[in-house]
């Protein structure tokens, strides 16, 4: 995975940034939306984009690089995904997390080597 950037003067641009846009009259706009660069193309297809995007990253890329990947495992990632989303902040047990997917501890392990491993696909 790359390293985001952050300017070691970050406070400072956001200071600014804020003094001048009043960023709490679009933050339900945010939460809705989300904050991926194609959310202002997609419009409200945006939750179908993000399935979309989802899908392709599970169904292709992962696949790509982990030729070993089955069609269960592939499942089990898409649950894992839905439980992190279902439950933030999360409370991180590896042994329930595990017992939820059905899945070995090394297996739940990997599973987000693996989607950390796609350089574009969620930022």
């Not at 956001?14 to 339900?28: G, H, R, T, W």
């Not at 839905?82 to 042994?95: C, D, T």
Request: glycine fraction near 2%.
């Amino acid at each position: 995975m790359q390293n985001c950037w952050v300017s070691k003067e970050h406070v400072h641009y956001a200071m600014d940034a804020i003094s001048e846009i009043k960023v709490l009259k679009y933050f339900e706009k945010y939460l809705d939306a989300g904050y991926y660069p194609y959310c202002k193309t997609s419009g409200k297809d945006y939750p179908a984009r993000i399935g979309e995007v989802t899908q392709t990253v599970i169904n292709n890329d992962i696949a790509a690089v982990e030729e070993s990947i089955t069609y269960a495992t592939k499942q089990k990632i898409k649950k894992l995904l839905m439980v992190i989303a279902e439950n933030i902040p999360l409370k991180l047990n590896i042994r329930q997390l595990s017992a939820s997917l059905e899945s070995t501890r090394d297996q739940t392990l990997k599973m987000p080597y693996w989607l950390e491993k796609q350089p574009y696909a969620f930022y």
